[in-house]
């Protein structure tokens, strides 16, 4: 209920907006990374019209954790991964935004013990493999090229996962893993048992400890550790050239109780962040430009510099997400294929 003071604050700021007065910005706290595409929305060159932000900076592990288990942001960047996983479970807290700002070939990044006789993915066929956290995107796309591309499938590999239960997305949202994944000791870390031989390979290793990440070993100058693939730009290149899919990591979340009160800010999230993109892609093109007039890069190679890769909206990006889909429900972790309409805010459709 509102009070006697708050009802004549409102009852002037209506008259006011009526008068032709200045109506005031909705207030929202934004959690983000800090990533070329971000940047131009953390430093203020780009705002949101018609919002102020309250900026939170902070790396994805902490965040989604944070997201998920106490929705402490209005706004922010969510895996994607685990927002099908939470709307396929009917949890409806947040709508999606397709503003996908990270993206990468993360089958790429999977290291193996030089002693565990893994020399092609095939050899990861009953092997102990690592995981931060199983429910990641980047795990997801890892697994999902694992079958899709080498016939390995999740079933074939014996999972260990660091994050602890109460310090995981998944314990954020009361997944139940499969039984094929097994908890890594709080006192030991994927690191450690890289390093000790008790586990064979791992996948989306991140050795930036966090408040739920513990490794800390550097994996790839150990000597007794290499990468699966040992020309991992050939491996990228070969994949999506085969496929034109280059996987998406994190999408953007708004706290689905503010859009249903202002349907009019997912647009103007979305415009703002293309605007931000634009810097980024501009700066991109001016920085390799000193290459290609010095002839460190070769021109001909000038047109395929200046192709955009990375654009948001749901019709640019539908392939890479239907196929993200699909993973997470061969993978279990939807019950079903999540549709386009079910993640995203229904007047970003179009975007």
């Known amino acids: 209920m509102l009070g006697a003071a708050e009802k004549l604050i409102l009852a002037i700021d209506i008259k006011d907006a009526e008068a032709g007065g200045t109506v005031p910005n909705l207030q929202l706290s934004l959690a983000i990374t800090d990533n070329p595409r971000t940047r131009a929305i953390i430093d203020g060159r780009v705002t949101i019209e018609g919002v102020d932000l309250a900026k939170t900076v902070l790396g994805p592990a902490e965040m989604f954790w944070r997201q998920l288990n106490k929705a402490e942001f209005d706004l922010s960047e969510l895996s994607m991964s685990e927002l099908m996983i939470i709307r396929s479970r009917g949890d409806q807290r947040f709508v999606g935004i397709p503003v996908f700002t990270t993206r990468r070939f993360y089958h790429t990044g999977i290291f193996v013990r030089k002693d565990a006789k893994i020399d092609s993915p095939a050899d990861l066929k009953g092997k102990t493999i690592g995981v931060p956290e199983y429910i990641q995107t980047s795990a997801l796309w890892t697994r ?52 000790s031989g008790e586990l064979q390979a791992c996948m989306s290793y991140n050795r930036h400890s966090n408040v739920i990440d513990r490794s800390t070993v550097d994996l790839d100058s150990h000597p007794d550790i290499k990468p699966l693939f040992a020309d991992s730009a050939a491996e990228c290149i070969r994949y999506y050239k085969k496929t034109g899919i280059y996987p998406i990591n994190h999408g953007m979340a708004l706290k689905r109780e503010i859009y249903e009160k202002n349907p009019w800010v997912v647009p103007n999230i ?36 200046g192709m955009r890769l990375i654009n948001f909206g749901v019709k640019a990006n539908r392939e890479v997400l239907e196929t993200a889909a699909r993973y997470s429900h061969q993978q279990g972790l939807t019950p079903r294929v999540m549709t386009m309409e079910e993640l995203f805010a229904p007047n970003a459709m179009d975007s």
């Open 144 to 195: 999902g090229v694992l079958q899709s591309e080498f016939g390995v499938a999740a079933s074939d590999m014996k999972f260990y996962m660091e994050r602890l239960p109460h310090r995981s997305h998944a314990g954020a949202i009361g997944f139940e893993l499969p039984p094929w994944v097994n908890r890594i000791p709080a006192e030991k870390s994927i690191g450690s048992m890289m390093v």
């Open 270 to 305: 979305i415009k703002a962040f293309n605007e931000s993109n634009d810097i980024a892609e501009r700066e991109r093109r001016e920085h390799v430009a000193y290459h290609l007039e010095t002839g460190l890069v070769p021109p001909e190679y000038r047109q395929a510099l």
